[in-house]
């Protein structure tokens, strides 16, 4: 497996000090979520989205390479730390297999990373819905959790 557990991406980590990614629900940037397969090489180091990365899944139904919008539902704080969540994404009409998945910033030049999500084995779905479900946003589960 090459995709590297869960991972915020050191890029985004940079970014965010630049203060150049926004999570803004309305007016802020579109951040999407990209597809792989096990064959991907996908982890904190990965810089941006590129439609060359080895491993992407291929189309089907409703996915298409570079994957879907995000739709920011939430940006807040509890305590120490802060947190983002997203509506759950779905692709219908697919046939595909997944192992994890890149979100990214669309808006910024140069597509650049966010965080790798690592599903912990292939998911698939066979000419039906497969759907990204994001854990509760709070500040224990949220999948992006900056403390």
């Known amino acids: 497996m090459a995709i590297t557990t869960n991972a915020i991406t050191n890029t985004f980590k940079e970014d965010l000090l630049q203060g150049t990614q926004t999570f803004v629900a309305a007016g ?20 941006s989205y590129a439609a060359g990365i080895g491993g992407q899944v291929g189309n089907s139904g409703q996915y298409a390479a570079g994957g879907g919008a995000l739709v ?6 509890n305590g120490a730390t802060a947190f983002v969540d997203f509506n759950d994404l779905s692709f219908t009409g697919v046939t595909l297999t997944a192992r994890g998945a890149l979100i990214y910033n669309d808006t910024e030049a140069g597509d650049p990373s966010v965080c790798v999500l690592d599903f912990g084995g292939d998911k698939t779905a066979t000419a039906g819905t497969f759907t990204i479900q994001f854990p509760n946003a709070n500040d224990t589960q949220a999948i992006i959790r900056i403390a």
């Open 28 to 47: 802020g940037d579109t951040f999407k979520l990209a597809l792989y397969t096990s064959a991907a090489t996908i982890g904190a180091d990965t810089t």
């Open 72 to 77: 920011t539902a939430l940006v807040s704080v």
